[in-house]
T-cell receptor, first 116, second 115 residues
Framework: ETGVTQSPTHLIKTRGQQVTLRCSSQ?????VSWYQQALGQGPQFIFQ???????GRGNFPPRFSGLQFPNYSSELNVNALELDDSALYLC???????????????FGPGTRLTVL | AQSVTQLDSHVSVSEGTPVLLRCNYS??????LFWYVQHPNKGLQLLLK??????LVKGINGFEAEFKKSETSFHLTKPSAHMSDAAEYFC?????????????FGAGTRLFVKA
């Protein structure tokens, strides 16, 4: 059983650019959530996808968007990058067998994004 | 609305003494509560979870937490600290509201363990 993987591990972009981060869920998991963790802070919930549809969203602007694919892998897209977007981006997968409900999430190692 | 407050940003204990990490929460619905640990340069790992079953929850590595609805608390404890427990600990609340699922992390508590 493979765990949650994320790519790339590190990324440097300049302000105004766009970025796509990728996540492969743990085998058998059908739900993925994305988080932003700024240095010295707790992770902030961006959104969650269940069966390819957005299932919940935190307080992030529309320039943060996502996709979940039929194989349950996922992308996080951020447009018009700002300096404050510099953070560790975490992906977490889980398996909701009977519909969406809070359950244990398995976290990937994260992608460190630096915006200059 | 959801919120999580971890009452201590840093806790320092001596090896072999008890650990108490405090967490208060608020939720408009019936939440699920979790504690996660993050070791330096490692991913987040689940310690334990409460999902409306027994109010005293046992987790990995000797940690446990008690859900107290009247106090809206979910404090994490361990009878005897080990050097390997030094890490960042996050209290997490997750529930489904009108806007869909949301998961809120506390700001974290850094646990230091002295030899």
């Amino acid at each position: 059983e493979t765990g949650v993987t994320q790519s790339p591990t590190h990324l440097i972009k300049t302000r105004g650019q766009q970025v796509t981060l990728r996540c492969s869920s743990q085998s058998g998991h059908n739900t993925v959530s994305w988080y932003q963790q700024a240095l010295g802070q707790g992770p902030q919930f961006i959104f969650q996808y269940y069966r390819e549809e957005e299932n919940g969203r935190g307080n992030f602007p529309p320039r943060f968007s996502g996709l979940q694919f039929p194989n349950y892998s996922s992308e996080l897209n951020v447009n018009a990058l700002e300096l404050d977007d510099s953070a560790l981006y975490l992906c977490a997968s889980s398996n909701y067998k009977t519909g969406p409900s809070p359950n244990e999430q398995f976290f990937g190692p994260g992608t460190r994004l630096t915006v200059l | 609305a959801q919120s999580v407050t971890q009452l201590d940003s840093h806790v320092s204990v001596s090896e072999g003494t008890p650990v108490l990490l405090r967490c208060n929460y608020s939720s408009s619905y019936s939440p699920s509560l979790f504690w996660y640990v993050q070791h330096p340069n490692k991913g987040l790992q689940l310690l334990l979870k409460y999902t409306s079953a027994a109010t005293l929850v046992k987790g990995i590595n000797g940690f446990e937490a008690e859900f107290k609805k009247s106090e809206t608390s979910f404090h994490l404890t361990k009878p005897s600290a080990h050097m390997s427990d030094a890490a960042e600990y996050f209290c997490v609340v997750s529930d489904r509201g009108t806007g869909g699922f949301k998961t809120i992390f506390g700001a974290g508590t850094r646990l230091f363990v002295k030899a």
